[in-house]
Nanobody, 124 residues
Framework: QVQLEESGGGLVQVGGSLRLSCRPS????????IGWFRQAPGKEREFVAG????????YYADSVKGRFTITRDNAKTTVYLQMDNLKPEDTAVYYC?????????????????WGQGTQVTVSS
């Protein structure tokens, strides 16, 4: 399994920004597609954004389009999620995982694994 570690979460006010990072904790995640997912209290985990390895194609959930940007630095084996104009409904634990993406959405791959995630809290 590919294991990843998330970092960069925190407490931010409405309209603020955060940048999350995702790095492999052991085996490198190249050349995999990587997705960000989030889980709010009492809700199911949902797709946020995804990025392929070679072509750097990106995918976004409608709820974050225009506010979040996913990028990756393959030399540093890091995937970033830049989150701008944050809203209270963005409050959740954010996870990254190996993913498969089709049309407009991504799903976690069977050979990936969930890490501890990083907490993002947006206060109003």
């Amino acid at each position: 399994q590919v294991q990843l570690e998330e970092s960069g979460g925190g407490l931010v006010q409405v309209g603020g920004s955060l940048r999350l990072s995702c790095r492999p904790s052991g085996r490198a995640f190249a050349p995999y597609t990587i997705g960000w997912f989030r889980q709010a209290p009492g809700k199911e985990r949902e797709f946020v954004a995804g990025i392929t390895f070679a072509d750097l194609d990106t995918y976004y959930a409608d709820s974050v389009k225009g506010r979040f940007t996913i990028t990756r630095d393959n030399a540093k084996t890091t995937v970033y999620l830049q989150m701008d104009n944050l809203k209270p409904e963005d409050t959740a634990v954010y996870y990254c995982n190996v993913a498969g993406c089709v049309t407009t959405t991504c799903s976690p791959a069977s050979f990936g694994s969930w890490g501890q995630g990083t907490q993002v809290t947006v206060s109003s």
